[in-house]
């Protein structure tokens, strides 16, 4: 299966551009960019008058996962393992993939909306590759993001190995990389969520995602290099300081 039976309007490279086509390298995006849970899909309404191209989990399907697993994965560690693998191919990773695809114009016009890379090395090459592109980066602390997780009930926010016991502070402390993530009072609180009504399997399944993600994509290395980008060209916003009205605003009135 190949990108272009995937993705609607889009295809992989070669032959040249038709007329009618361009490649996404060349075109004026507006990137979304941040990890998940940060709040994009707030930003993303608020750019709604524009095309919003395939998201980033079926751009990862078309061009990274599919080749290697026919039938999809659907673990988000695993899919980490695998755009982990393609990465170390291709360093502009998602943005690599992005830039590389031809896109019908009479589709995506000519300013398209893309959520969304993450990580230094994503944003890094996408800046100095596509001198045409555009970004709205968002932040949020990571425990956040798991509060955040935990209330939106995504299909795709899974991983194996959920379940877990009566102690999920020792869970906790036995995932691998989390030492690097939460610190010994943040795992207290994030131990203490069932109190809230949260299932233990569920908050330990959501700290798997925010633990195994960081292990791949430095949120603070991106923004701190898209800062250096100018207001014309990279917009940040943290949406905690910012509710979602106030995110909304501040978008519509850079885009």
Do not use: C
């Not at 086509?21 to 608020?46: H, N």
């Not at 690599?96 to 589709?107: E, F, N, P």
């Not at 399997?201 to 995602?209: E, G, Q, S, T, Y």
């Amino acid at each position: 299966m190949t990108a272009s039976m995937t993705l609607p309007f889009l295809r992989t490279e070669p032959p040249p551009p038709a007329t009618f086509e361009a490649r996404l390298g060349d075109l004026a995006l507006t990137v979304l960019v941040g990890v998940t849970g940060v709040g994009k899909s707030t930003a993303l309404g608020a750019l709604g008058g524009e095309r919003v191209l395939p998201d980033r989990r079926r751009v990862t399907d078309a061009v990274m996962i599919l080749p290697h697993a026919p039938q999809g994965v659907a673990d988000r560690e695993e899919r980490f393992r695998l755009t982990a693998a393609y990465r170390q191919g291709h360093p502009g990773g998602m943005a690599q993939a992005l830039g590389s695809l031809v896109g019908d114009t009479r589709h995506w016009g000519q300013r398209p909306v893309f959520d969304g890379l993450r990580g230094l090395d994503e944003v890094q090459y996408a800046a100095t590759t596509y001198p045409a592109w555009r970004f709205v980066a968002l932040g949020a602390p990571d425990s956040v993001r798991v509060r955040r997780l935990l209330g939106r009930a995504d299909s795709f926010d899974r991983v194996k190995g959920g379940a877990t016991g009566t102690d999920l502070r020792a869970a906790l402390d036995a995932l691998t990389g989390i030492d690097s993530v939460f610190t010994p009072e943040q795992r207290d609180a994030l131990a203490a969520l069932p109190g809230e009504g949260f299932a233990p399997a569920d908050v330990l399944a959501k700290v798997r995602i925010v633990v195994s993600e960081r292990r791949n994509y430095d949120p603070a290395a991106a923004e701190a290099f898209l800062g250096t980008l100018g207001p014309q060209r990279a917009l940040l916003l943290d949406t905690v300081a910012l509710d979602a009205a106030q995110v909304g605003q501040a978008v519509r009135a850079w885009a």
